[in-house]
């Protein structure tokens, strides 16, 4: 199977920036942080480690209790917080926690900085921004900052969902079209590689994106659109999941097989786009 195989160095350091804490974010982090903590038990494994920070600036609602991982306990908290408290520590793992929203480039650049990483000379740092913000203006921003000189090398994954079809005054037809809608989504993995596109990130695959001129930054979650249908949990889940496959294959042999993935949560169907021999011959003459 054609793979780009990230690994430059002996050690690998992941650094690892997840920007949304909410319905696809909460039950990404659960499982992010869990896997860790088992890559990093297992004496086997070659020589990796991580740095990892959760951005979000949204905090916890009674609306939230339902559809995100927490609590009572957690109300009014900022949501980045609480998924630190609980899982971090539950993990053994550290992890920041950065309560605010992503809204500059300047940001950008200072989350992926290395001054605070203890990196030595056969230590390799692999970026990795995880977006899990189905919001577009967020999304612009990431692919200027992808495509700027802020940064060299980058992988970014960016899970989306689709919205749940709502209509005034539906009619049965229409009742029809809402029950079997937000089901799908996609994910995305774009890779930088000393300053050259190796796989196009969400952006271009889906350029409308970059066309949304009514995209403004979150100032507030997609909880009340998951309340008025329960379904919508299950497609967050499945996104968080397939999100994590791509995590899992970096950690494991630092492979990327895959450049996007469509899916549908409702039937339990997902369709890969595995990369072509051309791009893994692409990013090996960038190696040499």
Known sequence: MNAINVKEKNHVLFQICVVGAGGNGSHFVRTLLQTISGYLAANERPPI???????????????????QLF??????????????ERYADYYGLEVKAVTEFVTSLEMLANLFGSGDLNIGPNVQVVPILVGLVDNNKTRQLFDEFFHSDLIEDLIWIDAGIE???????????????????????????????????????????????????????PGQSCGDTILN?????????????????????????????????NFNAQFAQSKSTFIQKDIVEKFEALRK
């Open 49 to 67: 480690s991580f740095d990892i920070t959760l951005i979000d600036a949204d905090r916890v609602e009674q609306k939230n209790f339902q559809r």
């Open 71 to 84: 609590d009572q306990d957690d109300l009014d908290e900022y949501k980045v917080v609480s998924l630190v």
């Open 163 to 217: 919205g749940i079809m709502l209509f005034d005054d539906p009619s049965p037809a229409e009742l029809q079209m809402i029950e079997f809608s937000g089901f799908g989504g996609q994910v995305v993995c774009g890779y930088k590689f000393r300053g050259e596109t190796i796989l196009e990130p969400v952006t271009r695959v889906y350029p409308n994106i970059l066309g949304d001129e009514k995209t403004e930054f």
């Open 229 to 261: 249908n329960p379904q919508r949990l299950q497609t967050n889940q499945m996104a968080a999941q397939l999100t994590m496959t791509l995590l899992n294959n970096l950690m494991d042999k630092q492979n990327i097989y895959f450049h996007k993935i």
